[in-house]
């Protein structure tokens, strides 16, 4: 009787974890159309309004791969980089 209950404990989780995956995967978009890609420096963009100047922040992600995989995000709470 207890391995039955553990089965239908089991069944009843999976059933809500593929739910959550079905809501989740009918929120996503799939591309459905290509784009040519030209030369570069061809595209038709505001270069002036992209805004490419340094913007100082209180803090920045980290990430370091090591040895063929990135290890974890660390929040580094300091305004520069090294």
């Not at 553990?6 to 809501?23: D, E, F, G, P, W």
Request: aromatic share 10%; proline share 4%; no cysteine.
């Amino acid at each position: 009787m207890h391995y039955n209950n553990n089965i239908a404990i089991q069944h009843t989780t999976n059933q809500r974890l593929n739910s959550k995956i079905r809501n989740i995967n009918s929120q996503l978009s799939v591309a459905t159309s290509t784009t040519e890609v030209g030369e570069p420096g061809t595209a038709d963009l505001p270069w002036s309004e992209l805004g490419f100047e340094f913007r100082p922040t209180k803090s920045h992600l980290r990430m370091v791969y090591r040895d063929g995989k990135w290890g974890e995000a660390e929040l580094v709470e300091v305004s520069f980089y090294s």
